[in-house]
């Protein structure tokens, strides 16, 4: 079985009085760990990697280490500046990790042969595995189809973050077989691993992951039924971790439970009040 399987935690990264608070965020990565995923996903965009600095990526990244066995770590790297990426690529890659979560250039939208350029030169000089991050909305690009095909013939290249926003793409990656697809957007999850994907990065697995997981057990079993039932109760979950912009809800979310301070760095803001209303009332229902 693939190493990028299962459920991936995208880790948010906890703030107190504006610094990373370290302490929350091992304590974090314990209680998901034993809760039985797969793997996490240090500074991605759930972890507001775009509002830490290098440095500060590379201390929260060494802060999981100590926690989670580095074949269950995979580090988000992105930017622009190509220098700069193969600068942090080289450091990251100088820890024990599972991979590197990778999306296109953002916001400059370079054509399909630059895109093929930009993974392809940074999967040559990575010692570890690529997952290929397609999330359109966010990075301003779509990956097509046979552009993946392409990228899926290099050796690092093993994997899709999909939030391509497209059921034939997702569909055509899982039949070719040459990439491990992990859904990305949390409402296509259980769609995704019953049509043979390989698992999810999942943001609002941060809630109740042990759901999550027995949601890859069951579908795994052919128990259709148990999965149905188990996803259509995480379903007003997953819409209330996105109700307001991501990781805004998980955190607030989080707090409640004294996992860490419900704070978020500039220009991010915490969840509206009627937000959080509603994820507290979805709780103690839940929680029955």
Not at 30 to 50: K, L, N
Not at 139 to 167: F, N, Q, W, Y
Not at 205 to 211: M, V
């Amino acid at each position: 079985m693939s190493i990028f399987s299962g459920i991936w935690v995208p880790l948010v990264t906890p703030f107190n009085q504006g610094e990373i608070d370290f302490p929350a965020l091992t304590a974090l990565c314990q209680h998901v760990m034993d809760r039985g995923v797969d793997g996490v996903v240090v500074c991605g965009t759930t972890g507001e990697a775009p509002m830490l600095s290098k440095e500060e990526q590379l201390q929260v990244l060494d802060a999981v280490l100590t926690v989670v066995p580095g074949n269950k770590v995979m580090m988000g790297l992105s930017g622009t500046h190509m220098p700069s990426i193969v600068a942090m690529q080289k450091a990251i890659t100088e820890r024990p990790i599972a991979g590197i979560l990778l999306p296109a250039p953002y916001y400059i939208r370079p054509s399909q042969a630059a895109l093929e350029a930009f993974f392809t030169q940074l999967a040559d000089s990575s010692s570890v595995p690529i997952v290929v991050y397609n999330v359109p909305y966010r990075s301003g690009i779509h990956l097509e189809l046979e552009t993946l095909r392409r990228l899926a013939k290099h050796p690092r290249i093993v994997a899709v973050k999909d939030c391509g926003g497209s059921t034939d793409l997702t569909y055509s990656l899982i039949a070719d077989g040459e990439l491990d697809v992990l859904c990305g957007e949390d409402g296509q999850i259980l769609a995704t691993l019953c049509m043979g994907g390989n698992g999810a990065i999942a943001a609002s697995s941060h809630l109740f992951p042990e759901k999550f997981v027995a949601l890859v057990k069951q579908v795994q079993a052919c128990d259709l039924a148990a999965a149905r039932e188990n996803f259509f109760q995480l379903m007003p979950l997953i819409r209330l971790m996105f109700a307001a912009p991501n990781p805004a809800s998980i955190k607030f979310a989080l707090s409640l439970g004294g996992l860490m301070q419900n704070e978020l760095r500039a220009p991010m803001l915490p969840a509206p009040a009627e937000v959080e209303e509603a994820i507290v009332n979805y709780l103690n229902t839940f929680s029955r």
